[in-house]
């Protein structure tokens, strides 16, 4: 699914009523009837209804929903925020159509009106600003906002809440923002869903479908995309019947150091249960038992120290090579590090300290293999990149590094996102909460090192991996819960989440 800029939506609204056709106001309409179906699954007529409403489409929108709800026998009332002497005309006429089509009382609000009363069991729809908005909400609407946010009630935001921007937050005026339960934006999502300063703001969001043109969003050029199964199921490969463990690869994993074996174990589990067909893993010496009863079915290389990794001598017979999980940041795996990449000629997976031991080592971040896969969390890759002051301009480095290094970074955390040397950039849906728990990257680092191996590209790697992973980690959730979730129920539950996607 592309998310679409600001503009882009209001270019697509515009193709769409010029091309389908359809008049704007019948679209309005069509996009403020999704949003009541939604309120009415969730909330019955019960439920008292307080509806704030700008003076622009946005509002317009909640005019709408009040005459449908109205019209459902719910208890509404509206409260019109006269922000601006002008109504924009889709508004007006759907203000004059609530006048003459029901008994509904429009109470409006301007700069000296006494704020109404709001209850902890009302529902309040807000509708006051659309995403078209373009400077920090201020005056007397600041005042409407700041009294929502002090209430109990349940707040829902029409496309998005009032105050937020659609993509760059970074001079917005945060204490004037509406802080929604729940945001029903249409037809894709905005980029600042996916920032976690934005979700005080945002809430739960769900894209609502309005049927804005297939064909010119299917034309429109995206910088950001949300990954779908759709995307990803036809990129599964078919195995054949007559198929060898050969012909799925044989992937290199060097990981594990004193006290962290068990990052090996997982990456190197995440690895086999992912489908690659051969594995060796490289460990240091008190690794070797460790590995050999809980991983048998990996191959195991042994380093000559105990307790590090202090050299990677066997590695031209490798599909792929992965670093890093667990094996710290010593002189002699600073040194091996070095050796290895100077003379790896297959894309690599490199995570965690072989992250960490490139950012003190900036000169090999030229020697790494074209098409290359880095997974860092923020931290590890602000020590790479550069310092962000928030998530929209983190993935804007996020970007930059991957075009300029031309490898894939995929940034670890709620809705993970994947940079591309093209200068594309993809957020994956799946996951939640639960998966924040440790040694669930270094099962990631497993599945993207298997599929590579398994001769996918770099990219499909990346964006199976990353949907996979959540995928699994949403069916470990749902056996145990968010606070019981481990690590290895990500890896129990990898077969589970590729039978889904197949489906």
């Not at 270019?11 to 009837?33: G, Q, V, W």
């Not at 060796?280 to 010496?285: A, S």
């Not at 290895?488 to 996607?501: M, R, T, V, W, Y």
């Amino acid at each position: 699914m592309k998310i679409l800029g600001t503009k882009q939506t209001r270019d697509a609204d515009k193709f769409t009523i010029e091309n389908e056709p359809i008049k704007s106001i019948d679209l309005m309409e069509r996009a403020a009837t999704k949003c009541t179906e939604w309120i009415v699954k969730r909330f019955d007529n019960q439920n008292r209804i307080k509806i704030f409403a700008g003076s622009g489409n946005n509002g317009g929108d909640g005019l709408v929903i009040a005459r449908q709800l109205d019209a459902l026998n719910y208890h509404v009332e509206l409260f019109f925020i006269k922000f601006s002497d002008h109504i924009s005309e889709d508004c007006s006429v759907n203000l004059s159509r609530l006048r003459e089509q029901t008994n509904i009382n429009i109470d409006e609000i301007e700069e000296n009106s006494e704020l109404p009363q709001i209850l902890d069991s009302d529902i309040l729809i807000d509708a006051i600003f659309g995403s078209g908005l373009s400077k920090s909400i201020e005056d007397f609407p600041a005042n409407v906002v700041t009294h929502l946010n002090k209430t109990k009630a349940i707040i829902i935001s029409i496309d998005i809440p009032s105050g937020l921007f659609g993509e760059d937050n970074s001079e917005n005026y945060f204490k004037n923002i509406i802080e929604a339960d729940y945001t029903l934006t249409f037809e894709s999502p905005k980029l600042s869903f996916l920032f976690s300063e934005n979700e005080r703001y945002v809430g739960e969001w769900e894209v609502l479908p309005i049927g804005l043109s297939k064909e010119y969003i299917s034309q429109i050029d995206t910088e950001f995309s949300l990954i779908s199964k759709e995307q990803i199921k036809p990129k599964i490969k078919r195995r054949k019947t007559f198929a060898h463990k050969g012909h799925f690869g044989h992937a290199l994993l060097i990981a594990g150091g004193y006290g962290k074996i068990g990052a090996a174990v997982l990456a190197a589990k995440g690895c086999l249960r992912a489908g690659a067909g051969l594995l060796t893993t490289h460990i240091p010496r008190y690794g070797y038992e460790i590995l050999q009863t809980s991983v048998p079915e990996s191959m195991l290389s042994v380093d000559k120290y105990d307790k590090v990794i202090s050299k990677v001598s066997i590695i031209d017979n490798f599909t792929t090579i992965g670093i890093g999980p667990g094996i710290g940041r010593s002189r002699n795996t600073q040194i091996a590090i070095r050796e290895l990449i100077e003379q790896a000629k297959v894309p690599m997976v490199i995570d965690a300290d072989a992250i960490n031991i490139i950012s003190d080592n900036k000169d090999l971040l030229e020697k790494i293999p074209e098409e290359s896969i880095f997974t860092p969390h923020p931290k590890e890759f602000e020590r790479i990149a550069g310092t962000a002051y928030d998530n929209y301009s983190r993935i804007q480095l996020q970007k930059e590094f991957a075009q300029k290094q031309k490898v894939y970074v995929v940034l670890k955390g709620a809705y993970t996102s994947v940079a591309c040397p093209d200068g594309s950039c993809f957020f994956n849906p799946t996951g939640n909460p639960g998966m924040a728990t440790g040694g669930s990257g270094d099962v990631l680092t497993g599945i993207i090192l298997s599929l590579l191996a398994q001769r996918y590209s770099s990219k499909d790697a990346a964006l199976i991996g990353v949907f996979l992973h959540g995928l699994a980690g949403d069916f470990a959730t749902s056996q145990h819960g968010q606070e019981a979730v481990i690590a290895s129920d990500i890896i129990d539950n990898l077969g589970k989440a590729f039978q889904e996607i197949k489906k």
